[in-house]
């Protein structure tokens, strides 16, 4: 804790050394200055992370010409972005075409306002925090079909429609695989969530049956929200040049990327404060070492799965998201909240983590295997010509 | 609304989206026309789909291509015999081996040159490594047109690197070979050389297992690819579709089996054939080919015999074939490539004609694609396995 | 069960991630301008001319017999031929090339003007680095600059330079066993004629 507190410390010494009207704004600029340029700087490596991961998953070394192993690659890639000319279509609706990536990335920082970063370092510590960040998270769908219909392009245009029926779609098992958690802790705020998670890694949420489930249910609603591979339709290359960002060039591109690099961070912080015990160490003895790095070790390991799938999966199509969305995310997540539900009745223990284990695992495969002998693929054998039968 | 200054100030044009009048359109809907290409990242080429669309639903569909023509014919027609075949290699710039064959088969034909027994194993062994490498890139492409960001493509390009390793070490050059002659090939093979090639195509199975468990049974490449574009046999059959897009529907034509060309009927393989005709049967098709173009390789690096590379006999300048005609084909890896020839007993063929499977399987791409999204159009695209020089030429 | 396929290929991606580090195999990547293959002995690029000895006008092979000008499927050669003419290496006087330009923007490196060159004058280079700042002027190779010596040629493409000398070593000892021939039936004939000579010398010597 003593990070924490000397961040605090510092906070305040700083916040009173301004003259009093000032100092609630001086506070509030000290409080989001560190989570902009931690975020901004951790995008930028991440954007290198991603790439040299890829590479090395496709059996490439990735970009090392830029500084040492390649670590001045974003440095570069930003003055490429930068330098670039920013080309707005003649026949675009400007204002609307301007305010799109502003807007994305605006809602994706401030998703990150109510993260607890460590113990009390916390932006904005509302009651409703988690509400809060759905709120703001839900107004990146109108940014993205701003960007989609400003541009007046079709791709764009169609980009766009994906983008906002795959999000609505996947709002809701997110939310309900959230709720599970919600309901066990019994509070709205972020720092409850945290704090029901202190006693080390046995009181981690993921290691519940809800929990688990809960996670893996979370963790591909946030691919889906997120627009990331397998779920990255709106921007499909192959079939959509880059979607809702294919007539932005320059610096206006190079925001939608932060952007969605920082709502992809917004997301695994959240993740990691629901599921991964947040800023707890999984051992109390390993405490000593700061929240803030423990945060920021589990939202990076979420981020490296999240490679890690990009690079082995293809995409699925828009109706096939769907049907995935509404016929197994959402039984699934609802089961899950039952089982959340069976939990708090039976106040935790083992009588309720063999029953909620049981309903999970049975609904899992039970509705899985009925799924599959619904639906119309499976592998296949093939046959081969015979010998003698050769025919013209 | 006062127009913002960075606004045109005169009524801003709408989409031009408009109804077609087509039977069938819904009242109130009005549908797009995309137009994908010839600079969309997933054509393969300089290639346009004029798309028009219901929602995503494609209604229609016109391929227009072109853009890479080359007047490869007209031009073989004022060039040597010899002097057309370094530019064979540029038809189906994957596969020049095969495209030499077939252009030397064909000129073999016209002018009655018999062809040794060695020269033949080597044309075998070297269009079934072509084979390998046009089917593993081929599938890459495919797989990285459904979204999977080029690992499979990755993938399949290491292996395709050790088979052009091969054709550098024999032929001097990796993609455009330009090794075959008529009556032979240009320069034979070492013992060395037949080393390597056993090694590669002794590691090459494993290779198949590992790309197999990375995709083949993965559910979303299952989704994506099965009931997708499919072919009915009788349609195939009437476009003169050909090559593994044939057999994925279930009809059993494979040159190889059927023509006889060659020495193929030495070596025992299976000619592998789809029930559905859908892109993953097409997919699948050439991952099961590949397994038996493996055992053909295998059989014919160890039973290759001794002799002349090349026909002593054949004329490599002056060469006049006598006058009349002939159709070569083979069973290039995107289907039957055929190349027809007229002599009137000049230097220069009277008249040069190239069968082009990839153009000729490309004609049923509508009726592929109407009723389906635009990302499945992506992909039957590229379960055809066009190559665009081919197309064009 | 849903799932299980991708499972399957994570632990292959995975497996590729790990083995990138470690396997020679799986990380193939060659980085170019540090690091190059070394080239095939096969492997050709674009023609160059051969020289014998140290100096390249005097040993240049090419007796611009302009077949090979005809021959180009791309026709990327041009060729002029000298007034003067100059040895080769049987002692012939042949013709010599005053122009011999190849613009290998347009070669293709198809290597059929080495196969028809009856002089073993025009093989194929290796080198494929000709990238330059000029547009046209560097692309297109003059005399001076295709010429290279038949040590370069060893050192590039061993065998094949090993079969060309034999090659020439052959004409050599045809020539020379044709020189020699030739010469024989001259002195035969000369023989003959002066025999003949004498002989009618003497018939006529009789006849007197």
Known sequence: ?392 | MTPSPGRPTEAMPQFEMHATGVEGATEGTERMEVSMGPHHPSTHGVFRMDVELEGETITKLKPVFGYLHRNHEKIAESTSYLGSMPYTDRLDYFNSMTNNWAYALSVEKLAGIEVPERAEYIRVITAELTRLQNHVSLIGFLVQDMGALGTPLMYAFRERERILDLFESLSGARMMCNYMRFGGCRCDVSADWIKQAQSVVEAFPQFLDEFEALISENEVLMARSQHVGILKPELAIDAGVAGPVLRATGVNYDLRKVDGYGIYDRFQFRVPLGDHGDVYDRYMIRVLEMRESVKILQQALAEIPNGDYVNPKAKLRGFRPPPGEAYGRIEAPKGELGFYLISDGSPKPYRYRVRPPSLINLTILEDMCLGQTIADAVIILGSIDIVLGEVDR | MIGKGILKGMVETARNLTGSFHDPDRLTTVEYPEQKIPAKENARNFPFLIYDGDDWETGLRCVSCQICEKECPPQCIYIEKDKEKKPDFLGKMQMQPKIFDIDVSVCMGCQICVEVCPFESIRMDNDFEYAGSDRFKSLLLTKDQLAKSNKYYHSIHPTEAQETDEIRVQKREDHLAKEKAKAEKLAKAKKEAASKAALSKAETAKEE
């Open chain 1, 1 to 392: 804790m003593w990070f924490e507190e000397l961040l605090i410390a510092i906070k305040h010494y700083l916040v009173l050394q301004m003259p009093g009207s000032l100092q609630p704004v001086g506070s509030a600029f000290l409080s989001c200055l560190p989570i902009m340029t931690s975020f901004g700087g951790l995008f930028a490596l991440a954007t290198l992370l991603e790439r040299k991961m890829l590479g090395r998953i496709q059996n490439r070394y990735g970009p090392n010409r830029v500084g040492p192993g390649g670590l001045l690659q974003p440095v570069a890639d930003g003055i490429k972005m930068l330098t670039k000319e920013d080309i707005v279509p003649k026949n675009a609706d400007h204002l609307i075409h301007f305010l799109a990536p502003l807007g994305l990335l605006v809602s994706a920082m401030l998703g990150l306002s109510v993260i607890p970063f460590g113990h009390r370092l916390i932006a904005l510590d509302i009651e409703t925090g988690i509400l809060f960040f759905f709120a703001v998270g839900a107004a990146s769908e109108l940014a993205i079909f701003m960007a989609g219909w400003g541009s007046r392009n079709k791709y764009a245009l169609l980009g766009a429609l994906r983008a906002i029926a795959q999000m609505i779609s996947y709002e809701i098992p997110l939310i309900l695989s959230a709720l599970s958690v919600l309901m066990v802790v019994g509070s709205l705020s972020l720092s409850d969530v945290v704090q029901a998670q202190s006693g080390g890694i046995h009181t981690w949420h993921i290691f519940t049956p809800w929990g688990f489930l809960g996670c893996i249910l979370f963790l591909i609603s946030t691919l889906a929200e997120i627009n990331r591979s397998p779920f990255d339709i709106p921007e499909a290359e192959s079939e959509l040049i880059a979607g809702h960002m294919t007539e932005y060039s320059g610096f206006k591109y190079a925001l939608f990327f932060m952007a969605e690099g920082v709502a992809m961070f917004a997301m695994c912080a959240l993740t990691a404060t629901l599921f991964l015990g947040g800023y707890h160490a999984p051992f109390p003895i390993l405490s000593f070492i700061p929240g803030p790095v423990w945060l920021f070790g589990k939202l990076t390991s979420l981020v490296l799965l999240f490679i890690w799938i990009r690079g082995t999966m293809p995409r699925l199509r828009a109706d096939q998201l769907m049907e995935f969305a509404w016929k197994f995310m959402l039984p699934m997540s609802v089961v899950n909240l039952i089982a959340a539900g069976i939990w708090v009745a039976l106040d935790g223990g083992v009588a309720a983590w063999i029953s909620s284990g049981l309903l999970n695992f049975v609904a899992y495969f039970g509705w899985s295997r009925i799924l599959s002998q619904a639906s119309r693929f499976s592998p296949r054998t093939y046959r081969y010509a015979e010998e003698a039968g050769v025919s013209e």
